[in-house]
């Protein structure tokens, strides 16, 4: 099996960044990717963050399933951690300020209280590469100031950025852990693009992808491919090998691999989430 294991310098600058500014802000937006909003999270932010407040923004929820995204909300808010979902391309992201303001209320009165107006709050936001910070943070400060990019990795340096009236926003680079414990973490990130695709083998996350969706949506392949329904009992590596002629590229699995990977992350297959809420212990 390919392990998919890495960490380059610039991840291990911005963990630095995140530890020295930490203490700069008044909260922190904790980023995660809506279609897996456990896999994306960093375990190393959770130890950094200790009692700053934050929020976790469940990204790109226009790519999640609807109903597992509102399961997830749910969840982190149960379990004391303030969550929204947005679509940082259509959403007007008001929600996000009014979750900010709520969850400093205290702090805002007492501000007002000593007659401190008008103080920005201090924003910083973090996520792993590729989660839609740049996004987020040109949607909220409304003018293109943050670069975004397709690929992971693209936000290199910090920005301090006006949003509103109220809001002071950090840009910070994307970090991510430096070694996958379990595997399908690394499959899950790779298939959403958060891992570069020259790190990763094309067939196992296209293997991995074919799992997910025989489990979940079998319809959606169905569809997509032309399948007949017997071809839905087939191993995932006999599924891969048909599409692979479906498409055209007869035994170029690796063809077929890249497309079937592409077509998932721009919802070709639908809206899907591959995280599971843990069970309650
Ligand atoms: N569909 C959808 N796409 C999104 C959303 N937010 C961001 N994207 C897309 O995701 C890709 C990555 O977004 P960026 O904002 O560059 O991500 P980043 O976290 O700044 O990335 P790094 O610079 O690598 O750390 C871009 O193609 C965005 O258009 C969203 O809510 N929905």
Same mark, same amino acid.
């Given at each position: 099996m390919t392990v998919i294991q890495w960490f380059p310098g610039h991840m291990a600058k911005a963990l630095r960044q995140v530890k020295e500014n930490i203490?700069? =802000? $008044?909260? =922190? +937006?904790e980023l995660v990717d809506a279609r897996l909003p456990e896999s994306s999270r960093n375990p190393q932010l959770s130890e950094i963050l200790q009692n700053k407040p934050n929020i976790i923004v469940l990204t790109k929820k226009d790519l999640a399933n609807t109903v597992k995204t509102k399961e997830w909300v749910n969840y982190y808010e149960k379990n004391g951690s303030p969550a929204l979902a947005v679509n940082s391309l259509k959403d007007s992201l008001k929600s996000i300020e009014r979750k900010i303001t709520d969850v400093l209320s205290t702090k805002i009165a007492t501000q007002k209280e000593r007659g401190i107006l008008h103080k920005r709050i201090r924003v910083m936001c973090i996520g792993i590469p590729n989660v839609g910070k740049s996004t987020l943070l040109n949607h909220l400060v409304k003018k293109n100031v943050a670069q975004v990019g397709?690929?992971?990795? =693209? #936000?290199?340096s910090q920005q301090w950025l006006k949003a509103g009236k109220n809001l002071a926003l950090l840009d910070t680079p994307g970090i991510l852990w430096p070694? !996958?414990? $379990?595997q399908i973490i690394g499959k899950k990130l790779a298939l959403t693009g958060?891992?570069? $695709? #020259?790190? !990763?083998a094309k067939d196992d996350v296209a293997l991995y992808t074919l799992e997910h969706f025989l489990k979940n949506n079998p319809k959606k392949l169905t569809e997509r491919y032309h +399948?007949?329904?017997? $071809?839905?009992?087939?191993t995932p590596v006999d599924l891969l090998l048909l599409i692979t002629k479906k498409m055209g590229f007869q035994y170029d699995y690796d063809r077929a691999s890249d497309r079937l990977i592409l077509e998932c992350r721009k919802g070709k297959l639908g809206t899907y989430t591959l995280d599971e809420i843990p069970a309650a212990s």
């Open positions: 203490k700069k =802000v $008044d909260i =922190v +937006l397709n690929k992971p990795g =693209v #936000t290199k070694k !996958f414990e $379990d958060a891992i570069k $695709d #020259t790190l !990763f +399948l007949e329904e017997g $071809d839905l009992q087939k």
